[in-house]
């Protein structure tokens, strides 16, 4: 991510709230709620402000938060010691992060695949892929090609204007093709696969997403 998006979220998240909000997507909670995560060990990708690993935190992760935002991970920091949970954070670029090989039971990458030019996304999904632990869940989601700023971005909106787009868009390198996220992690079990376009009320204006949101398994052996 080059330093223009990174200050973009810095002053996306230097308000006094958490910019997009603390609640997780459904499709998530509604697979952890009732796990019993005590002890385990997550990886929050591009965390932000950190709702993700928040969550699991609260649930007795050891959780390790990475971003390039220091303003996010500054925000994150305070919001885990308010809640008395312990989260790891490091600031760095995904392009260097070093990924320890079969180390985390959950790995989160929201909002975070589609944010990396080709070459450094196809280092983090090998990363991923060599991060978690064999029955290892992976939880990503990303933007789709049906996403109102990329039929924007290609001059075909149709009846979609410039007021239906996230005021982040910008930040968006990778538009993902329908099934796309599926077939990258085709090697995965898939737990809950979900496209869609939806309403988003949790930042700016209210607009509109397009979204792949996937949970999925690595196979055991």
């Not at 709230?17 to 997550?42: N, Q």
């Not at 868009?169 to 090697?187: N, T």
């Amino acid at each position: 991510m080059d330093s223009t998006r990174t200050q973009t979220f810095n002053t996306v998240y230097s308000g006094n709230d958490c910019y997009y909000g603390i609640e997780v997507r459904p499709e998530f909670s509604d697979h952890f709620k009732d796990k019993d995560l005590e002890g385990m060990s997550a990886l929050d990708l591009g965390c932000g402000e950190g709702r993700y690993g928040l969550y699991l935190a609260e649930k007795g992760c050891r959780v390790v938060g990475v971003d390039r935002s220091g303003v996010g991970l500054e925000k994150l920091e305070k919001l885990a010691s308010k809640k008395g949970v312990p989260i790891e954070t490091r600031r760095t670029d995904l392009s260097e992060f070093d990924f320890p090989t079969a180390s985390f039971d959950i790995i989160v990458a929201a909002t975070v695949l589609d944010h990396l030019r080709d070459a450094v996304r196809r280092r983090t999904v090998k990363g991923i892929k060599t991060a978690l632990k064999p029955g290892g869940i992976l939880y990503a989601n990303v933007f789709t090609v049906a996403d109102p700023g990329y039929k924007l971005k290609k001059g075909n909106p149709g009846r979609i204007s410039a007021a239906h787009v996230s005021d982040t868009a910008a930040g968006i390198a990778h538009y993902f093709a329908k099934d796309e996220l599926k077939s990258v992690f085709a090697d995965f079990s898939i737990i809950n696969y979900y496209e869609n376009v939806e309403p988003d009320h949790s930042h700016g204006r209210p607009h509109f997403h397009g979204w792949a949101c996937l949970l999925a398994k690595k196979p055991s052996a």
